[in-house]
């Protein structure tokens, strides 16, 4: 637990990682294309009603995922209050995101399936 705990509070300090970008001017944060996460999810099936955004920082992905599955109930989840306040704070001003619960949840501890629910049609 010694090594999750450093890392915590790595994540605290520093929580939006960012990567250098060789065709960008500065720093940024890239997520997953949304092309690549529409072709995992196969077209002809159905929306997926319940997503797991785990390790959601301030919510970029969710929100992006909220957009392309309107109908589904995304539960994004971060051991960062910080991060999860941020991501709430935005939600706060996009009144289509609603269907977003963000939350505060460590994956690794066992409570968290009590926590944030089972039966998830996509993790990302």
Same mark, same amino acid.
């Given at each position: 637990m010694a090594i999750g705990n450093t890392v915590r509070r790595g994540y605290e300090r520093?929580?939006?990682?960012? %990567?250098?970008m060789k065709s960008t001017r500065g720093v940024r944060w890239c997520l997953a294309p949304m092309e690549w996460i529409a072709a995992v999810w196969q077209p002809a099936r159905p929306s997926p009603s319940r997503i797991l955004v785990a390790?959601?920082?301030t919510g970029a992905e969710a929100f992006s995922l909220s957009r392309r599955f309107p109908h589904s109930? %995304?539960?994004a989840a971060d051991f960062s209050p910080r991060s999860v306040a941020?991501?709430?704070?935005l939600q706060r001003r996009m009144p289509a995101m609603k269907n977003i619960h963000f939350m505060v949840?460590?994956?690794t501890m066992r409570k968290f399936a009590r926590t944030a629910g089972r039966g998830f049609d996509? %993790?990302?």
């Open positions: 520093r929580p939006y990682p960012a %990567i250098k390790g959601c920082g109930k %995304i539960v941020v991501a709430t704070d949840g460590d994956l996509f %993790i990302t």
